[in-house]
C-alpha cells in the first residue's frame, strides 16, 4: 500500500512465527476448525498441486487452472539465504 514501517525484520519475523504457533495451537483445540497449511515455496514451485489441494479443501468449485495461472514466480524477491 505503499505505507513505510519502521519495524525490524527480526522482530516482524518473530511477530509472524507467534502468529502462525498460534493458529496451530487454535486448530489443536477446537474441533470445528479445519486448517490446510500450504508453503509458500510450494506454491512457487507446484502451483498446479497446490491450487488442487486448495480446491479440494474448499469444496471443490474453484478454478484451479485460474487459480495455478496468478502464482507469479518472479515475485518471489525474499528467496531465504539463511535459516529462518
Known amino acids: 500500500r505503499g505505507a513505510e514501517d519502521s519495524t525490524d525484520d527480526s ?3 518473530e511477530l509472524y512465527r507467534s502468529d502462525i ?5 487454535l486448530h489443536q483445540r477446537s474441533r470445528n476448525i479445519e486448517m490446510l497449511e500450504v508453503k509458500y515455496t510450494t506454491v512457487i514451485n507446484d502451483p498446479v498441486t497446490v491450487a488442487s489441494d486448495v480446491n479440494r479443501f474448499l469444496g471443490g468449485r474453484l478454478d484451479e487452472s485460474a487459480m495455478a495461472a496468478v ?8 528467496r531465504r539465504n539463511s535459516t529462518a
Open 71 to 78: 502464482v507469479d514466480p518472479t515475485l518471489y524477491r525474499n
Open 21 to 25: 504457533a498460534r493458529a496451530r495451537v
Open 11 to 13: 522482530v516482524m519475523k
